[in-house]
């Protein structure tokens, strides 16, 4: 199985910018479809963006659409997501998901608090 690890959460300011990064270990990464989810105490964790094992086909959660980037460096094992723009309802734990063979796995989260 897939160990995953984000980094890069903080506190930041309303329109600030973030780069959450994901490191994967374990496996072979590019097998995994790559993901970002959030979640806010006592809410579902949402979906937020996603990316196909090649890096092609990203998509987006319509609240984000615009100002978040995915992307992914398959050479380090790594995935991104690029935060701009930042609202206060961006405020949330993110957790970096790796999805293959019907099997999800997640991280522990980072922490994101952006301040209006």
């Given at each position: 199985q897939v160990q995953l690890v984000e980094s890069g959460g903080g506190l930041v300011?309303?329109?600030?910018?973030?780069?959450?990064?994901?490191a994967a270990s374990g496996r072979t990464f590019s097998n995994y479809?790559?993901?970002w989810f959030r979640q806010v105490p006592q809410?579902?964790?949402d979906f937020v963006a996603a990316i196909s094992r090649?890096?092609?086909?990203?998509?987006y959660?319509?609240?984000?659409?615009g100002r978040f980037t995915?992307?992914?460096?398959?050479a380090k094992n790594t995935v991104y997501l690029q935060m701009n723009s930042l609202?206060?309802?961006d405020t949330a734990v993110y957790y970096c998901n790796a999805y293959f063979s019907a099997r999800n796995y997640w991280?522990?989260?980072?922490?994101?608090?952006v301040s209006s």
């Open positions: 300011q309303a329109g600030d910018s973030l780069r959450l990064s994901c479809a790559m993901g809410k579902e964790r090649s890096g092609g086909s990203p998509n959660a319509d609240s984000v659409k995915i992307s992914r460096d398959n609202k206060p309802d991280g522990q989260g980072t922490q994101v608090t």
